[in-house]
C-alpha cells in the first residue's frame, strides 16, 4: 500500500514570495491533516479536511495560509507571502476517517527555509 | 491547548526502562503517541481511547488516567531502535493537539 506523498521535498524561497504544497493521502482515506513543525516542537495542526469539507481551520493563520481540497483526494497548501518565522517542516497525514480509534499515517514533509 | 510532556529528554542504557508521560488540563477523549526519527515522519505507537480500548504496536505499552487527564508511556528493555522523539497527541472535540515531545536516546 502506497504511503502519504508529499512534494517538493524542500524549499527555499526569499520573504514575501509565495510558495505551495502537495500531498497525496493514502487511497480511501477521507481525512486528511496539515501540521507544521518547527525545530525543536511538537506537529502543530493547522486544517483538518473530512472529504472536501474543512472540519477545523482555527490555527491557520488565515492571512497568508490557505488549503484546499477540492476533489477530496489530494490538497495543496499554500502561503502567500511567506515570513521568516513560517521556516519549518509541514507535514501531511491522513487517516481512514475522523474516528478516534484512527491512526494518522504521515508524510515524509516538505522542510521550508525562508531567507 | 496543547498537552504537557515529561521529561523533555532522557538517555538510557540498552535494556534499561523509561516512562514518558503526557498531561492535559482538559478532559481527553484519546491519547495518541507517535515516534518520530531524526528528519523522519513520525510514525504511529498507540492509541488509548476513554474507556479502556487500546491499538498499537504488541512491544509498546501505555496507560491512560481518565480522572487525572494523563498518560504514560512505558518503553521496556529499550534497544537503540527506540531512540528518536516521542510525541504525544491528545483529541479534544476531534481536535489533535500534540506535546513538545520527549527526546530519548538509547547509548550501547
Known amino acids: 500500500e502506497a504511503g502519504v506523498a508529499q512534494s517538493p521535498r524542500y524549499k527555499i524561497i526569499e520573504k514575501r514570495q509565495s510558495v505551495a504544497f502537495w500531498c497525496n493521502p493514502i487511497?480511501?482515506?477521507?481525512?486528511l491533516y496539515w501540521y507544521q513543525q518547527i525545530l525543536g516542537q511538537g506537529p502543530k495542526l493547522l486544517i483538518q479536511f473530512q472529504n472536501n469539507g474543512v472540519v477545523d481551520d482555527s490555527q491557520l493563520p488565515k492571512d497568508r495560509f490557505s488549503a484546499e481540497r477540492l476533489k477530496g483526494v489530494d490538497s495543496t497548501l499554500k502561503i502567500q507571502p511567506a515570513k521568516l518565522e513560517d521556516s519549518a517542516v509541514y507535514l501531511c497525514?491522513?487517516?481512514?476517517?475522523?474516528?478516534?480509534?484512527?491512526?494518522?499515517?504521515f508524510g515524509p514533509g516538505t522542510r521550508l527555509t525562508v531567507l | 491547548q496543547q498537552p504537557v510532556q515529561s521529561p523533555q529528554a532522557v538517555i538510557l542504557r540498552e535494556g534499561e526502562d523509561a516512562v514518558i508521560n503526557c498531561s492535559s488540563s482538559k478532559a481527553l477523549y484519546s491519547v495518541h503517541w507517535y515516534r518520530q526519527k531524526h528528519g523522519e515522519a513520525p510514525v504511529f505507537l498507540m492509541i488509548?481511547?476513554?474507556?479502556?480500548e487500546q491499538k498499537g504496536h504488541e512491544k509498546i505499552s501505555a496507560s491512560f488516567n481518565e480522572k487525572k487527564q494523563q498518560s504514560s508511556l512505558y518503553l521496556t528493555a529499550s534497544q537503540l531502535s527506540y531512540s528518536g522523539t516521542y510525541f504525544c497527541?491528545?483529541?479534544?472535540?476531534?481536535?489533535?493537539?500534540f506535546g513538545a515531545g520527549t527526546r530519548l536516546t538509547v547509548k550501547p
Open positions: 497525514a491522513s487517516s481512514p476517517n475522523r474516528n478516534s480509534n484512527n491512526e494518522q499515517f
Open positions: 497527541g491528545t483529541e479534544i472535540n476531534n481536535d489533535m493537539r
Open positions: 488509548l481511547l476513554k474507556g479502556g
Open positions: 487511497s480511501g482515506h477521507a481525512t
